[in-house]
């Protein structure tokens, strides 16, 4: 996305919910999507322009594969971004979440992690979610989501 189509998508003010994939693009650099995720995360975040939400499941998602090549500083960086990158809060897994990913997999069959992760942005709320998995609109459509979905990719 184009960052006057991004601004189009993402109003100012806007609670904006990060998916993992966001967050690994964004960490990487090297993605299709990671231009898109870093105007957001650097323009958007940063400044305050958004105040943006990450579930608990992007935490373990994030993690695995540093952990997987035990890498303390690959870990280190994930979890500076996700503890301390300025207007980033990461939201919990609570029983309002895991009843409305209840409620979401109920109508879509999404994967457990996805309905969690939509989940916490209708808990939250978020207005927006962001993230690079063209799926996503059409599953917040089916579970009649009020959350946008804007895909990055």
């Known amino acids: 996305m184009t960052p006057a189509a991004l601004r189009a998508a993402i109003p100012a003010g806007a609670i904006v919910l990060l998916d993992t994939s966001a967050v690994l693009a964004y960490l990487s650099g090297a993605e299709p999507a990671s231009a898109a995720a870093t105007s957001i995360i650097d323009g958007f975040v940063a400044s305050g322009r958004n105040q943006a939400i990450v579930s608990a499941i992007t935490v373990t998602e994030s993690l695995v594969r540093p952990m997987r090549a035990a890498s303390p500083a690959a870990i280190g960086l994930v979890e500076d971004?996700?503890?301390?990158?300025?207007?980033?809060?990461?939201?919990?897994?609570?029983?309002?979440?895991?009843?409305?990913?209840?409620?979401?997999?109920?109508?879509?069959?999404?994967?457990?992690?996805?309905?969690?992760?939509?989940?916490?942005?209708?808990?939250?709320?978020?207005?927006?979610?962001?993230?690079?998995?063209?799926?996503?609109?059409?599953?917040?459509?089916?579970?009649?989501?009020?959350?946008?979905?804007?895909?990055?990719?």
């Open 81 to 153: 971004f996700l503890l301390h990158f300025p207007n980033v809060r990461i939201d919990p897994v609570t029983v309002a979440v895991a009843r409305e990913a209840a409620r979401i997999r109920a109508a879509t069959a999404a994967p457990t992690p996805d309905a969690l992760i939509l989940a916490t942005a209708v808990v939250a709320p978020a207005s927006v979610v962001v993230g690079n998995d063209v799926s996503w609109p059409g599953l917040a459509k089916r579970a009649k989501l009020e959350t946008r979905v804007v895909v990055l990719a």
